[in-house]
Each structure stands twice: as structure tokens, then as C-alpha cells.
């Protein structure tokens, strides 16, 4: 792909390669060119991921930053309580965890990468 104009370095250019991973998945890469960086993040930002987001489930990086802020966000044992109740929340925190995860996970990725 290519854009219209020309910006501070030259005409931004996107290579775009998918790859079938089953009949049903497929995995889009996105790799900026040629031209400004800015302008590709700033396009990426305001024109692809929006247009995309009705099928797209999870973007590169996304995932491990979702992931990253769960686990902050888990409350703290605190050193006053026993290791009883500590043990039985560890036990509850796991429990819901196996309830609420897929038994197997295959995330879309689109990976945007710059040049």
C-alpha cells in the first residue's frame, strides 16, 4: 500500500502480508515501508484499528499489556492474615480463573511493525 501524498520523508509505504493459518484464521502483518514513522503511527492509530475493529481480537502487544494490568490489579495478601485464608483465597483466585479462561486460546494477531 501506498499513500497519497508525499510527507517529510517521501511517500509512506505499508507491506501487508497474510498468512492462512486455518481456513477460518487468518494472521495480517503490517510493516511500515517507506516514509515518516509519525505519520505511519499516526494512520495506524486513526484509520486502520478503527476500521478493523469488528475483526480484529487482539492486537500485538495488547494482549500482554491486558495481561500485565489483571495482574496488577489482583489484591494483595496482606501479612496480617493467616495462611489459611491466604491459601483459600489462592485456591478461589485459581478456581475462577480455570472458569473463566477458554480451554484453548488462539488470539488474531495484526502485527504492526515499523521499518
Not at 520523508?9 to 493459518?21: P, Q, R, S, T
Not at 496480617?80 to 484453548?104: C, H, I, N, Y
Not at 488462539?106 to 504492526?112: K, L, N
Amino acid at each position: 500500500m501506498e499513500g497519497s501524498k508525499e510527507g517529510r520523508k517521501g511517500v509512506l509505504g505499508i507491506d501487508a502480508e497474510i498468512f492462512e493459518v486455518t481456513p477460518f484464521f487468518h494472521l495480517v502483518e503490517l510493516k511500515k515501508s517507506s516514509g515518516d514513522t509519525l505519520e505511519y503511527q499516526k494512520m495506524m492509530k486513526q484509520d486502520i484499528r478503527p476500521a478493523l475493529k469488528d475483526i480484529v481480537w487482539t492486537w500485538q502487544g495488547d494482549w500482554q499489556r491486558q495481561q500485565q494490568q489483571q495482574h496488577e490489579q489482583e489484591p494483595q495478601p496482606s501479612p496480617a492474615q493467616p495462611l489459611q485464608q491466604q491459601e483459600q483465597q489462592q485456591q478461589k483466585q485459581g478456581d475462577e480463573q480455570q472458569v473463566l479462561q477458554p480451554s484453548f486460546e488462539v488470539p488474531a494477531q495484526v502485527q504492526s511493525q515499523d521499518v
